[in-house]
């Protein structure tokens, strides 16, 4: 009984034994052909790392404001009796915007005017006959005198007239209209806004350290959102005296023009101030970098280990500088010269052999200017 267990478990582990030894077999040779199956090359675009020599600048964040901008607003009480704008119009200086109610000024005007006549009509005769000694001088200085009352009653009611009549105290761009035909204004009650939108004021503040590089006549570009054109050219015109004494930074303004008038005052903008000195930096676009919270990396196109006269890729990990358009600057990391991977290195990893195709990579400039769609 016990020689019969003894051959059932004999034959047992030779079973076991050759199963086992088969299936090591068949492990050995799936890595064997594991080890034959290299993946093809991955096709890329590559960019060569070239120093060049940027415009230092100085970047803010700005404030548009109007060179000159008011809320024309109604100096004396009266009803509103003509409307002579529409809302968002261009006018000039001078132009009729509304008119109030002079009725009884106009009423009192031909009166007032007959009294002046009259008394220049006195003071003309007085003065003849204070010369032949007919009148004495205290007569003669009551008629001057009331002469030049109703002189000043004229001059009184056509001021008034005059500020009934609003016109435009300056060229601009009108706002909309916060008055109707009828209504009754009081003093101080407004009427319109008035901007003048060209050229156009740029607010900013830069840190107290720059202050020694920064003078009136420096030039700046003006960034927006809304633009969808190249940016807009300005220079500065003027530098605060004074620094803030909470945030420690000085306030400038630029000048820009705005003939489109696209610009409007209460936006902001980005602000580059032109220094007149010029940094070198090694550049590589933008599109080369794997951006990672570790990390930003890059990949080195470099001659492959293993396939003579091949490439592979090797990630090598860098430190950025300012950003300009399709570029961007690398301050450590990278030498002049070298090639990195300028399109499709998300989907590259170390160690991986390339295939260069620069016939479909893309133009960077430093000046982007997509087209408009």
């Known amino acids: ?38 993946p093809p090359p991955e096709t890329v675009t590559t960019a060569v790392a070239t120093a060049e020599s940027w415009e230092t600048s100085l970047t803010a964040v700005g404030s548009l404001t109007s060179v000159q901008g008011v809320t024309v607003a109604a100096e004396l009480s009266g009803k509103v009796a003509e409307i002579a704008f529409e809302s968002g ?26 009294q002046a006549a ?15 000694q007919i009148i004495s001088q205290v007569d003669y200085d009551t ?74 006549g420096l030039p700046v570009t003006v960034t927006c959102d809304c633009l969808s054109g190249p940016a807009i050219d300005g220079r500065i015109t003027a530098v605060n005296p004074l620094v803030d004494v909470q945030t420690r930074n000085v306030q400038l303004q630029a000048t820009v023009v705005n003939r489109d008038e696209k610009l409007r005052p209460g936006m902001f903008v980005t602000v580059a101030v032109g220094l007149p000195v010029r940094a070198k930096v090694l550049v590589i676009p933008s599109t080369a970098v794997l ?35 399709d570029f961007v600057a690398v301050t450590h990391g990278l030498r002049e010269g070298e090639t990195v991977v300028s399109t499709g290195a998300f989907k590259l990893r170390n160690g991986q052999a390339v295939v260069i195709d620069n016939t479909l990579a893309p133009t960077f400039r430093e000046n982007p200017r997509p087209p408009n769609r």
């Open 1 to 38: 009984m016990k020689k019969r267990i003894l051959l059932a478990l004999l034959g047992l582990f030779i079973v076991i034994g050759a199963l086992a030894a088969v299936k090591a077999l068949q492990i050995r040779a799936m890595v064997e052909q594991g080890k034959k199956n290299v």
């Open 89 to 114: 119009a261009k006018v000039k200086r001078g132009d009729l915007l509304i008119r109030q109610d002079t009725s009884v000024e106009e009423a009192q005007l031909p009166g007032a005017q007959a």
């Open 118 to 132: 009259l008394t220049q009509t006195i003071l003309a005769r007085d003065a003849k006959m204070l010369k032949e």
């Open 143 to 216: 008629s001057a005198a009331n002469h030049e009352q109703a002189t000043a009653l004229v001059d009184q009611i056509r001021a008034t007239i005059a500020k009934k009549t609003i016109r435009a105290p300056f060229s601009g761009r009108l706002g909309i209209r916060q008055v109707d035909l009828g209504q009754l204004l009081r003093e101080g009650d407004p009427i319109v806004t008035l901007q003048s939108l060209d050229p156009i004021y740029v607010n900013f503040s830069l840190p107290q350290q720059e202050l020694v590089r920064l003078h009136t």
């Open 291 to 325: 951006y990672a919270p570790y990390g930003n990396s890059v990949f080195l196109v470099v001659a492959s280990k293993e396939k003579k006269g091949g490439r592979e890729v090797r990630q090598q990990f860098v430190r950025l500088g300012e950003k300009r358009g």
